[in-house]
C-alpha cells in the first residue's frame, strides 16, 4: 500500500508539474501569439489577371500560383489522399496529436535535435500563416497553441479548406488547384487518382519530390500515398493497382495564356499599381480591358510583318555571332541545344545554328530541339546590307549567305523555315473606337522581350502630312468647301531669322496650279497646306489644332506645322481622326473596362464621355479646355483616367463637340479620295483599294528625308494609327532595288507612309 501510495503521490505531482509546465508556457508565450480570428477573413494571396473584353487571358501578374477553391469543389480522392498521409485522425482529434508529440518529444531527448515534426493539418495550417519552418522547441510550442485556438474558432471543413488552399507545393504554386494546373496543365475536377497521389504526396518536400524535378522520387512518394489510402480503405486494391501503374508525366504549365499582347498587358498593370498600389499582384483581382482579342491579333500580325518586310528587303546584316569557323571541329548537338538555351526567342524569331550548307539549302538546329532545312525560297532574299539606301548583289546559292557554325534568326512561313533577322527599325499601332475612346488593339513595338518602350503611347514622333486632315479642317471651319481653288506653285519664303529662304516642295516635286481642295488634300499637296495655313493664320490654326487633344507647346509656331512638324503619339493621332470619325466630338482614350476582385464582384467600372446628338440636357462637358480651345490637360489623354471607384457615384460627361458634323463629313470625303480618287488621278493611299472597301478613309504622312512614316485611317466604328521609323530619330528609313531572286510582287523604290493590304484583316 505505502509503494502504491508513494506511486499515485508521484503521478500526481508529475501531472501537476506537467500542467503548471503548460500553463507556464502558454503564460510565457501568449503575448507572442496571433489573433487566429484574423483567419475567419483571410484573402489569400492570388495572382492578378489580365482579360481582353471577350475575356481571353492576357497576362498573370504574381509571383504566387494559386487557384483557390471551395472544399466542397475539390474531388473526394484528393483530400482522401492528403488525409490518409498527412493526418489520418484529422476529423478525429482536438488539433494536435499526442501520440505524435509523444514521439517527437523522444527523438529531441535521445538526439538533442527537433528531427521530426508531428504535426497536425491544423498545426501545419498555424505554421503557414503565423509561423516560420525553422525545427525549433519554443515554434513548436507556439504551434501547438494556434492550432488549439484554430480549433476552437473554425470547424474542420473550414480548417481542410484553408490548408488545401494555403500549403507551398513548389514551383511558387500554392495550393492543390495551382499544382493542378502547375504540374499536370489541368483543373482539379480533371485529375486522374494517380496524379491526385502525387500532388498529396507534394506537402513533404515540394522541392525534391515534385514530378518536374524527379519524375522517379515523385514516383515514389505516389506510391507511398497510394498505399496509405489503401490501407485507410479510401479506394480498392483494383484502383491501388491502376493508379500505381501509371506513368507519372508533367511538365512545366504556365498560366494559360490565350493571347500573348505584353504591351497591353503592361498598361493595364501599370494602371493597377497606380490606383491599388504594390499589394495588388497578389490581390486575386481580375482587370477587363476595351481590348479585342480578334482585332489585337490582327493588329499585332500586321505591324509585325509589315515591319520584317520593310526589314528584309534592306538586305542581311549578317549572323548574330560564329560558334566555330568553316573546317573547324564543328560543335556537338548537345552543345549547341545547351548554347540555344540561353538565347532568347522574339515572337516569329527563333535562333539555330546552321549545321550544314549545299547548294541552294542549309541545315539548321533551332531552339526547339529540330533540325529543319531551309530552302532557297526561304534565303534568296537575303542581299548583303550596306546601307539603309544600297543593298548588294542577289545571292546565287546558299553560301553566298550563310556558313556552319554560324548563330542566325529563322522564322517558319507555312510549312517551311525561313531565314529572318531582328529589324533595327520598329513600329506602333493603336485602334480606338471613335464613340467611346475605348483602346481595341494596340502594338508599342516589334517585340516586348526585345524592347519594353512602348511606342504607341510614349514615343512622340513627327507626323508629317498626317497632319493634314486638321489643316484641312481649319480652312472649313474658315468658310472653305472642297471645291476652294488654291495654287498649287512653289513658294519661296525669305526667313529673315535663318538668313535663307524657305522653299517646301510637293513629293513627287510637281505642280498643277490652281486645284481644289479636295485634290490637294487626296494626293498630299505641300504647298497647298501651307497656303492654307497663310489664309487661316497661324495663330488661329495653332488654336484650331487644341481641340483635338493636342497642347500648344506640341504645335511649332512655324508654317512647317502644315507639313507635319509637329511631334505626337500614335494613341493622340488616333483620338484626333476619331473626331472626324464621329462625326465632331472629341473623346479621350481609355483601356481598362472594369476591375472584379477575387470573389467576381466590380469594384471599378469605366465611365466614358459619352456623345450626345440630339435633345442633349444641359450640363457640364468633359474636357471644357478643349471645347474652348486651350488644348487637353495632361490627365485627359492618360490612358485609363476615366476609371470611376464605384464607392462613388461618378455621371459621365458629354463630349465637346469641337468642329461640326458638316466639317467632320467634308474632311471624311477627302480621306476618302486619298484611297479612291476620282477618274483620271489616285490618291497617296491608293494602294488600298486592293481591299475593295468604299468605306474606308485615312492619311499618309512622311516626314522630311523619310525619317518617319505614318498611315492614320478609319472604318465604321475604328480608327487606326500606325507609324514605322528607326527609334534613332537621324536615321532615315531609306529607299531599296529590285531584287531579281524575287518576282513582281515586291516593294522598291523609296520608302514612305502607305496603306497596304495587311491591315485588311483589322477593318474586315
Given at each position: 500500500?505505502k509503494?502504491?501510495k508513494?506511486l499515485?503521490?508521484f503521478?500526481?505531482?508529475c501531472?501537476?508539474?506537467?500542467?503548471s509546465?503548460?500553463f507556464?508556457?502558454?503564460?510565457y508565450v501568449k503575448?507572442?501569439?496571433?489573433?487566429?480570428a484574423?483567419?475567419?477573413?483571410v484573402?489569400?494571396?492570388?495572382p492578378?489577371?489580365?482579360?481582353?473584353?471577350?475575356?481571353?487571358?492576357l497576362?498573370?501578374?504574381?509571383?504566387?500560383?494559386?487557384i483557390p477553391?471551395?472544399?466542397?469543389?475539390?474531388?473526394?480522392?484528393?483530400?482522401?489522399?492528403?488525409?490518409a498521409t498527412e493526418d489520418?485522425?484529422f476529423?478525429?482529434h482536438?488539433?494536435i496529436d499526442?501520440i505524435?508529440?509523444?514521439r517527437a518529444?523522444i527523438?529531441?531527448?535521445t538526439s538533442g535535435?527537433?528531427?521530426?515534426?508531428?504535426?497536425?493539418?491544423?498545426q501545419?495550417?498555424?505554421?503557414n500563416?503565423?509561423?516560420?519552418n525553422?525545427?525549433?522547441v519554443?515554434?513548436?510550442?507556439?504551434?501547438i497553441?494556434?492550432?488549439?485556438?484554430?480549433?476552437?474558432?473554425?470547424?474542420?471543413?473550414?480548417?481542410?479548406?484553408?490548408?488545401?488552399?494555403?500549403i507551398?507545393l513548389?514551383?511558387?504554386s500554392?495550393?492543390?488547384g495551382?499544382?493542378a494546373q502547375?504540374?499536370?496543365g489541368?483543373?482539379?475536377d480533371?485529375?486522374?487518382l494517380?496524379?491526385m497521389?502525387?500532388?498529396?504526396?507534394?506537402p513533404?518536400a515540394p522541392?525534391t519530390?515534385?514530378?518536374?524535378?524527379s519524375?522517379?522520387?515523385?514516383?515514389n512518394?505516389?506510391?507511398?500515398?497510394?498505399?496509405?489510402?489503401?490501407?485507410?480503405?479510401?479506394?480498392?486494391?483494383s484502383?491501388?493497382e491502376q493508379?500505381?501503374?501509371?506513368?507519372?508525366?508533367?511538365?512545366?504549365?504556365?498560366?494559360k495564356?490565350?493571347?500573348?499582347?505584353?504591351?497591353?498587358a503592361?498598361m493595364?498593370r501599370?494602371?493597377?499599381?497606380?490606383?491599388?498600389g504594390?499589394?495588388?499582384y497578389?490581390?486575386g483581382?481580375?482587370?477587363?480591358?476595351t481590348?479585342?482579342?480578334?482585332?489585337?491579333?490582327?493588329?499585332?500580325n500586321?505591324?509585325?510583318n509589315?515591319?520584317?518586310?520593310?526589314?528584309?528587303?534592306?538586305?542581311?546584316?549578317?549572323?548574330?555571332?560564329t560558334?566555330?569557323?568553316?573546317?573547324?571541329t564543328p560543335?556537338?548537338?548537345?552543345?549547341?541545344?545547351?548554347?540555344?538555351?540561353s538565347?532568347p526567342?522574339?515572337?516569329?524569331?527563333?535562333?539555330?545554328?546552321?549545321t550544314a550548307?549545299?547548294?541552294?539549302?542549309?541545315?539548321?538546329?533551332?531552339k526547339?530541339?529540330?533540325?529543319?532545312e531551309l530552302?532557297?525560297g526561304?534565303?534568296?532574299?537575303a542581299?548583303?546590307?550596306?546601307?539603309?539606301?544600297r543593298?548588294?548583289?542577289?545571292?546565287?546559292?546558299?553560301?553566298?549567305?550563310?556558313?556552319?557554325?554560324?548563330?542566325?534568326?529563322?522564322?517558319?512561313?507555312?510549312?517551311?523555315w525561313?531565314?529572318?533577322?531582328?529589324?533595327d527599325a520598329n513600329?506602333a499601332?493603336?485602334?480606338v473606337?471613335?464613340?467611346?475612346?475605348?483602346?481595341k488593339a494596340?502594338?508599342?513595338?516589334f517585340?516586348y522581350?526585345?524592347?519594353?518602350f512602348?511606342r504607341?503611347t510614349?514615343?512622340?514622333?513627327?507626323?508629317?502630312?498626317s497632319?493634314?486632315?486638321?489643316?484641312?479642317?481649319a480652312?472649313?471651319?474658315?468658310?472653305?468647301?472642297?471645291?476652294t481653288?488654291?495654287?498649287?506653285a512653289?513658294i519661296?519664303h525669305?526667313?529673315?531669322?535663318?538668313?535663307?529662304?524657305?522653299?517646301?516642295?510637293n513629293s513627287p516635286p510637281?505642280?498643277?496650279?490652281?486645284?481644289?481642295?479636295?485634290?490637294?488634300?487626296?494626293?498630299s499637296?505641300?504647298v497647298?497646306?501651307?497656303?492654307l495655313l497663310?489664309?487661316i493664320?497661324?495663330?488661329?490654326?495653332?488654336?484650331?489644332l487644341?481641340?483635338?487633344?493636342?497642347k500648344h507647346?506640341e504645335l511649332p509656331?512655324?508654317e512647317?506645322?502644315a507639313?507635319?512638324?509637329g511631334?505626337?503619339?500614335p494613341l493622340?493621332?488616333?483620338?484626333g481622326?476619331?473626331?472626324?470619325?464621329?462625326g465632331g466630338y472629341y473623346?479621350?482614350?481609355f483601356?481598362?473596362?472594369?476591375v472584379t476582385?477575387?470573389?467576381?464582384d466590380?469594384v471599378y467600372t469605366?465611365?466614358?464621355?459619352?456623345i450626345?446628338?440630339?435633345?442633349?440636357?444641359?450640363?457640364?462637358?468633359a474636357?471644357?479646355?478643349?471645347?474652348?480651345?486651350?488644348?487637353?490637360s495632361?490627365?485627359?489623354v492618360?490612358v485609363g483616367?476615366?476609371?470611376t471607384?464605384?464607392?462613388?457615384?461618378?455621371?459621365?460627361?458629354?463630349?465637346?463637340?469641337v468642329?461640326?458634323?458638316?466639317n467632320?463629313?467634308?474632311?471624311?470625303?477627302?480621306m476618302?479620295?486619298?484611297?479612291w480618287?476620282?477618274a483620271?488621278?489616285?490618291?497617296?493611299?491608293?494602294r488600298?483599294?486592293?481591299?475593295?472597301r468604299?468605306?474606308?478613309?485615312?492619311?499618309?504622312?512622311?516626314?522630311?528625308?523619310v525619317k518617319?512614316?505614318?498611315y492614320?485611317?478609319?472604318?465604321p466604328?475604328?480608327v487606326?494609327?500606325?507609324w514605322?521609323?528607326?527609334?534613332?530619330?537621324s536615321?532615315?528609313?531609306?529607299?531599296?532595288?529590285r531584287?531579281?531572286?524575287?518576282?513582281?510582287?515586291?516593294v522598291?523604290?523609296?520608302?514612305?507612309g502607305q496603306?497596304?493590304?495587311r491591315?485588311?484583316?483589322?477593318?474586315?
Open positions: 500500500m509503494f502504491i508513494r499515485l503521490t503521478a500526481i505531482l501531472l501537476i508539474i506537467g500542467v509546465t503548460i507556464g508556457f502558454y503564460v503575448p507572442d501569439l496571433p489573433d487566429v484574423t483567419l475567419k477573413d484573402k489569400l494571396q492570388t492578378m489577371q489580365v482579360y481582353s473584353a471577350d475575356g481571353k487571358l497576362s498573370q501578374f504574381g509571383e504566387k500560383r494559386r477553391a471551395r472544399i466542397d469543389e475539390m474531388p473526394k480522392y484528393l483530400i482522401e489522399a492528403l488525409l489520418s485522425r476529423y478525429d482536438p488539433g499526442p505524435g508529440i509523444v518529444a527523438v529531441v531527448a535535435e527537433a528531427k521530426q515534426g508531428a504535426s497536425t493539418i491544423t501545419q495550417l498555424a505554421r500563416f503565423f509561423l516560420t525553422e525545427k525549433k519554443m515554434r513548436k510550442i507556439k504551434e497553441f494556434i492550432a488549439i485556438h484554430i480549433e476552437q474558432l473554425l470547424t474542420k471543413d473550414e480548417i481542410l479548406e484553408l490548408y488545401l488552399n494555403k507551398p513548389g514551383y511558387r500554392f495550393g492543390v495551382a499544382a502547375v504540374y499536370f489541368k483543373n482539379l480533371q485529375l486522374t494517380s496524379e497521389a502525387v500532388i498529396a504526396g507534394l513533404k522541392s519530390l515534385n514530378p518536374i524535378r519524375v522517379e522520387r515523385a514516383t512518394r505516389r506510391n507511398v500515398v497510394l498505399s496509405r489510402m489503401l490501407d485507410e480503405g479510401y479506394i480498392s486494391r484502383e491501388y493508379a500505381k501503374n501509371e506513368p507519372v508525366m508533367s511538365k512545366y504549365h504556365g498560366a495564356i490565350e493571347l500573348y499582347a505584353p504591351y497591353v503592361e493595364a501599370a494602371w493597377m499599381v497606380k490606383k491599388y504594390e499589394d495588388v497578389e490581390s483581382r481580375k482587370v477587363y480591358l481590348v479585342d482579342s480578334r482585332l489585337q491579333l490582327s493588329a499585332q500586321a505591324a509585325v509589315n515591319l520584317l518586310d520593310y526589314d528584309l528587303r534592306h538586305g542581311y546584316r549578317g549572323a548574330v555571332k560558334l566555330w569557323q568553316e573546317g573547324a560543335w556537338t548537338q548537345e552543345e549547341i541545344k545547351q548554347h540555344l538555351k538565347q526567342t522574339y515572337g516569329q524569331l527563333v535562333p539555330a545554328i546552321v550548307v549545299q547548294g541552294k539549302t542549309a541545315t539548321v538546329f533551332n526547339y530541339g529540330d533540325s529543319v530552302p532557297w526561304g534565303i534568296k532574299w542581299r548583303r546590307y550596306k546601307t539603309d539606301s543593298q548588294g548583289a542577289a545571292p546565287t546559292q546558299a553560301s553566298d549567305i550563310l556558313a556552319t557554325g554560324q548563330q542566325i534568326w529563322t522564322r517558319k512561313l507555312g510549312e517551311n525561313a531565314l529572318s533577322q531582328v529589324p513600329t499601332f493603336v485602334a473606337s471613335p464613340e467611346n475612346g475605348a483602346i494596340l502594338v508599342g513595338g517585340n522581350v526585345h524592347s519594353k512602348n504607341a510614349q514615343s512622340v514622333r513627327q507626323v508629317g502630312s497632319i493634314k486632315p486638321f489643316i484641312y479642317s480652312a472649313l471651319d474658315k468658310g472653305m468647301t472642297l471645291a481653288l488654291v495654287n498649287d512653289p519661296n525669305w526667313d529673315q531669322s535663318q538668313g535663307t529662304a524657305w522653299r517646301p516642295k510637281t505642280y498643277s496650279g490652281l486645284t481644289r481642295l479636295k485634290i490637294g488634300f487626296a494626293k499637296k505641300n497647298m497646306a501651307v497656303r497663310r489664309r493664320g497661324l495663330d488661329d490654326t495653332i488654336d484650331f487644341t481641340r483635338f487633344g493636342f507647346d509656331r512655324a512647317a506645322l507639313l507635319g512638324a511631334s505626337l503619339t493622340q493621332m488616333a483620338q481622326y476619331s473626331v472626324f470619325a464621329n473623346l479621350n482614350s483601356i481598362v473596362d472594369k476582385d477575387s470573389f467576381g466590380v469605366s465611365t466614358p464621355d459619352y450626345c446628338r440630339s435633345n442633349c440636357p444641359v450640363e457640364e462637358t474636357n471644357a479646355d478643349v471645347a474652348n480651345g486651350e488644348g487637353s495632361e490627365n485627359d492618360t483616367e476615366v476609371e471607384d464605384l464607392s462613388e457615384v461618378i455621371k459621365p460627361k458629354q463630349a465637346p463637340h468642329i461640326s458634323e458638316q467632320a463629313f467634308l474632311v471624311r470625303e477627302m476618302e479620295a486619298n484611297i480618287g476620282e483620271g488621278w489616285s490618291g497617296t493611299g491608293w488600298a483599294k486592293t481591299l475593295n468604299r468605306d474606308i478613309g485615312g492619311k499618309t504622312g512622311t516626314t522630311n528625308d518617319d512614316t505614318w492614320v485611317g478609319f472604318a466604328g475604328l487606326a494609327s500606325v514605322v521609323g528607326f527609334d534613332d530619330p536615321r532615315k528609313l531609306g529607299r531599296t532595288s531584287n531579281k531572286n524575287l518576282g513582281n510582287d515586291q522598291s523604290g523609296g520608302e514612305a496603306k497596304r493590304r491591315w485588311h484583316g483589322l477593318i474586315s
